[in-house]
């Protein structure tokens, strides 16, 4: 179709005033007719196709949208409108993509205001048709003998992350990471020969602890602190909120309190701790205050593994890895990743206190450990690095 400049402006014009008075099928007429003429740009698309959506002509709607996404492939109107005739095609899996393609895209741009409730829209949308999936999923797996108590608990792991019911977490050392290691959150104490002879030892190292805290506990110091040319912020940098009794800090032991708690000490030496020149182990007495929360954070370097000795939990306390939360049971250990996203809280009417050690991963062999442990033996290695 042949028009001149102002006619076709006019045809737009016009087209548009019924969109917005809701004439769906005059603004339909009118922005095909402008269109037809091969000079549309994206925004003309898009408005044919919030016509057709008016008509509820779906099909009509979607091909709009295709020649308004090839010119402008990154609008997050047009992709949210292309995911929901996805969506009302009963293409789940394309449609729950195009929808998350949307908020990336929108996370990166400065999106109008009016565009808001359609991202929240989106939001629910994934969620909605992440739900519709996971009971196709079931209800398929289920026909196949595979109900969820028949699962392995990885396989069911990895349903829970399809359904949105979980979240991917992933080592994200601060410092230093070593390639090719298993992502596991929690480990299974029963796996390390050497935790049933510690565990029978919580009563005694129980027993030190509370000695010792009435001895010296102005001795328990602030676990995040300020250093000299290191400007850091933490909401605990400087409280004894939560502190730390130190039997040995960065490979460095305090004979003094070995001393005084020696079946602490002693229980803790049949685990593999990894000696390393001037940064590991570190063993100390955790004391997380009532009513403090440690923000979600994680370790250094993904080549060892932390350890904790429950031995005095109030109610109310819990403890949270990637997407698995557990509460501490005195005198049962966990052991787990600390470069995977983790926190802890104590929310009860007592302190909390934990003894905490650190371990070699079970994964590293010896040519590895020795490896290791020659890196982060130099002095600078972990210069500007820190526990989030």
């Not at 359904?163 to 230093?176: D, K, M, V």
């Amino acid at each position: 179709m042949q028009l001149g400049n102002q006619d076709l402006q006019r045809l737009i014009n016009d087209g548009v005033a019924a969109l917005q008075q809701r004439r769906f099928a005059d603004a339909r007429d009118k922005l095909e007719q402008a269109t037809g003429t091969g000079l549309a740009n994206a925004q003309l698309w898009l408005a044919l196709a919030a016509a057709c959506r008016g008509q509820e002509d779906s099909s009509a709607e979607e091909r709009a949208l295709d020649r308004m996404l090839e010119l402008d492939p990154q609008s997050v109107a047009g992709l949210i409108m292309k995911a929901d005739c996805r969506a009302r095609a009963q293409d789940d899996r394309n449609a729950s993509s195009i929808y998350k393609k949307a908020l990336r895209l929108a996370s990166d741009q400065s999106v109008p205001p009016s565009l808001v409730p359609e991202l929240q829209r989106a939001e629910a949308m994934i969620a909605e048709l992440e739900v519709r999936h996971a009971a196709h999923l079931e209800q398929a797996l289920a026909a196949q003998g595979l109900a969820p108590d028949a699962r392995s608990r990885r396989f069911q792991h990895s349903i829970d992350i399809i359904a949105g019911r979980r979240h991917i977490y992933l080592q994200e050392p601060t410092a230093y990471y070593f390639p090719e290691l298993p992502q596991i959150q929690y480990y299974d104490p029963a796996e390390f020969d050497w935790v049933p002879k510690l565990e029978a030892a919580t009563d005694a190292i129980r027993a030190e602890l509370v000695e010792a805290m009435a001895a010296q506990l102005d001795e328990f110091r602030p676990y995040i602190r300020s250093e000299a040319n290191r400007p850091r912020y933490h909401p605990l940098l400087d409280k004894t909120d939560w502190s730390a009794l130190f039997f040995c800090e960065n490979g460095k032991r305090s004979e003094e309190l070995i001393a005084r708690c020696p079946r602490t000490w002693e229980a803790v030496q049949g685990a593999p701790l990894p000696w390393v020149g001037g940064t590991s182990p570190t063993i100390m007495f955790s004391l997380l205050r009532r009513g403090t929360r440690i923000p979600a954070h994680t370790g250094m370097l993904n080549t060892r593994l932390i350890c904790h000795l429950p031995l005095i939990v109030p109610p109310g306390c819990g403890f949270r890895v990637g997407n698995e939360t557990r509460q501490w049971q005195e005198g049962k250990l966990l052991i787990f990743d600390d470069t995977i996203e983790h926190e802890a809280w104590n929310e009860g009417g007592e302190d909390r206190v934990v003894l905490i050690f650190d371990i070699w991963r079970p994964e590293l062999n010896e040519t590895e450990r020795r490896e290791v442990a020659a890196l982060c033996s130099i002095p600078d290695m972990h210069s500007g690095a820190a526990e989030s």
